[in-house]
């Protein structure tokens, strides 16, 4: 059968009619249903928080479960709101209020038939409504009462509510009052000469130089690598008596040339007279009288038999460069702290010596540190290590030979401009603790958050230190933060969000009177974040405990209240704390 062209139009016409009544037949909201009760966690999240306490202690511990754990992702799971019957490309307005006091968490202008809702609160009713083409539709559903509040800040990590969890009396701590984080901004860090300074500076010249000698350096060993016979250990022939001098600074760029320049060990050295020392154990180690509080110079003239290298040991506690008959064979001044961590215990390096007179020279920070440094002679040590270690360092000191220091700069803001708002309108953040230490804070002088947000600057301690006096002291400061009402509502952080930061909230959440189990798993989901295995329970967490286990008290509530007390609170201060916390 054909059909003509006029049918065809016709038919197409009713069609497109037909879907268009149906699209406007009646705004109806899909999902969630009306009443319904909703995750807010995934059931990867779930899981792991109903595990019994040992199986979860069990499973924290092992490396390859906390990869899958990690995979679960530190953030909430967001609610897909859907609704229909409209027409597509339709603007429409989407509202989410907080139950019974209709408080707006959410709003937004689309033309999707869908969003995504984030961060909602546990165990808490909502209202959600949707208006277009003058129509409007409201629904209800619940959260989940499953602890813990995950909160999505992007660029922030570790971010929950302390709040969510049932306390003394059965009543559910409040959420929205008070966060837990990782730092707002990162740590300070390293800032360096950049190339126009570095050339405005004239250091490019000799830096050109150094290169050249580290490669020629580096090319030795190669050699060496490709045939070890050639690489000849010396007899050591180091003695335990150095000449020091107390330097107390760094030397200069002119200095240091005039120090490539020796060639026997002066009686005054920049002005500075000469001292003899003597290593104090059979391991090399150095104990000096009075601790110098700079860098000091250690010199020592030495015979070899011929020409090769002497293995050394140098103490890894300290920051050294060493200079073998004028060239710089070894140098951490320079470079960056993460070089210093390639090597762990001690820093073995060849020497390289010639037959005849040697002079070695090496600068030694000390950190005003009694024990200033060691240089111990290590024959045994297998050439291959020797080779690598070298062959390591050159590579490390090629790498980072024109990021020359200028200082440290303040760490980079975390939360965006475009998340700022979020935090301070509707988190409503009005007091930020920073829980780190000076110079992770360098620069610092306000909140990340911006001027109308408070910063309380108290670098605290963690596990086992909180029972230090310098651990008692900070969180004494700390407290007295959440005993104001008008600091609400506060986020706490170090930069991590887990050692500080955990050993705060577990005092907190103990005074509240949050579950032992819960005070576990609040310092635990961290671990949807760190993978690393060595973060566990033995190693962190139970320092925590059992330093408040041998305080006085019937059970670890009491113990922890008593600590408080012992601070010089009293019991109308912790009753103050829990009105404004518990619902």
Same mark, same amino acid.
């Given at each position: ?422 935090? *301070? #309108?509707? /988190?409503?953040?009005? &007091?930020?603790? =920073? @829980?780190?230490? $000076?110079? %992770?804070?360098? !620069? ?63 005092? *907190? #959440?103990? /005074?509240?009177?949050? &579950?032992?189990? =819960? @005070?576990?798993? $609040?310092? %635990?989901?961290? !671990? ?56």
């Amino acid at each position: 059968m054909r059909f003509g062209k006029e049918w065809v139009r016709y038919v197409a016409c009713v069609l497109v009619s037909g879907i268009v009544w149906a699209e406007q037949d009646g705004l109806r909201l899909t999902a969630p249903a009306d009443k319904a009760t909703v995750a807010t966690l995934s059931e990867g999240q779930k899981a792991y928080v109903s595990m019994p306490r040992k199986e979860r202690v069990d499973f924290f511990a092992n490396a390859s479960k906390r990869k899958k754990m990690r995979a679960l992702g530190y953030y909430p799971q967001p609610l897909k709101l859907v609704w229909e019957g409209i027409p597509t490309g339709t603007k429409a307005e989407v509202s989410v209020y907080r139950l019974p006091d209709r408080t707006r968490v959410f709003h937004v202008e689309t033309t999707e038939k869908s969003v995504q809702v984030d961060n909602l609160e546990i165990a808490r009713d909502y209202e959600w409504r949707v208006t277009a083409n003058g129509k409007s539709q409201a629904a209800t559903f619940r959260t989940e009462d499953i602890a813990p509040r995950l909160i999505r800040i992007p660029g922030v990590p570790n971010v929950r509510d302390l709040g969510g969890r049932i306390g003394l009396g059965g009543k559910r701590v409040k959420q929205g009052r008070v966060f837990r984080s990782a730092g707002l901004n990162d740590n300070a860090g390293d800032d360096y000469l950049t190339e126009a300074e570095l050339k405005a500076s004239g250091r490019m010249p000799a830096l050109d130089k150094e290169k050249q000698s580290l490669k020629a350096s580096q090319k030795r060993i190669h050699a060496f690598q490709k045939n070890p016979g050639t690489f000849k250990l010396v007899k050591n022939g180091l003695k335990s008596k150095w000449t020091m001098f107390r330097l107390g600074r760094t030397p200069t760029d002119a200095e240091q040339a005039e120090l490539a320049r020796l060639t026997t060990v002066p009686a005054t050295l920049f002005s500075v007279a000469a001292e003899q020392v003597e290593a104090s154990s059979k391991h090399g180690n150095f104990h000096l009288a009075k601790p110098a509080d700079k860098p000091v110079v250690f010199l020592q003239e030495f015979d070899s038999d011929s020409d090769g290298y002497l293995s050394v040991a140098i103490s890894s506690s300290q920051t050294a460069s060493i200079r073998m008959n004028g060239e710089m064979v070894y140098d951490l001044f320079r470079i960056s702290n993460k070089v210093r961590r390639f090597e762990y215990r001690d820093r073995f390096i060849p020497l390289p010596v010639k037959q005849g007179k040697n002079l070695i020279v090496a600068i030694v920070d000390t950190q005003k540190r009694e024990r200033a440094w060691r240089c111990t002679p290590s024959p045994a040590e297998p050439v291959t290590r020797l080779l690598a270690n070298a062959d390591k360092y050159l590579q490390y000191r090629l790498r980072y030979l024109y990021r020359v220091y200028k200082g440290k700069k303040p760490g980079q803001n975390r939360v965006s401009e475009t998340t700022l708002p979020y935090v *301070l #309108n509707v /988190l409503g953040i009005k &007091s930020d603790i =920073d @829980l780190r230490s $000076d110079g %992770e804070c360098f !620069g610092m002088t306000g909140s990340p958050l911006g001027p109308s947000v408070t910063w309380f600057h108290y670098s605290s301690s963690a596990y086992g230190g909180m029972q230090t006096e310098t651990g008692r002291q900070a969180f004494k400061k700390v407290f007295r933060v959440f005993l104001d009402e008008k600091n609400y509502p506060i986020d706490f952080h170090c930069i991590a969000g887990q050692d500080r930061t955990g050993a705060v909230a577990f005092i *907190l #959440n103990g /005074l509240l009177g949050v &579950s032992e189990e =819960d @005070l576990y798993l $609040d310092w %635990e989901v961290t !671990g949807f974040w760190n993978e690393n295995a060595g973060f566990n329970h033995k190693n962190r967490f139970d320092h925590l405990v059992n330093g408040f286990q041998k305080l006085k008290g019937e059970n670890l509530h009491e113990k922890i209240e008593n600590y408080v007390l012992s601070l010089g609170f009293t019991r109308a201060d912790i009753e103050k704390f829990r009105s404004i916390m518990l619902e």
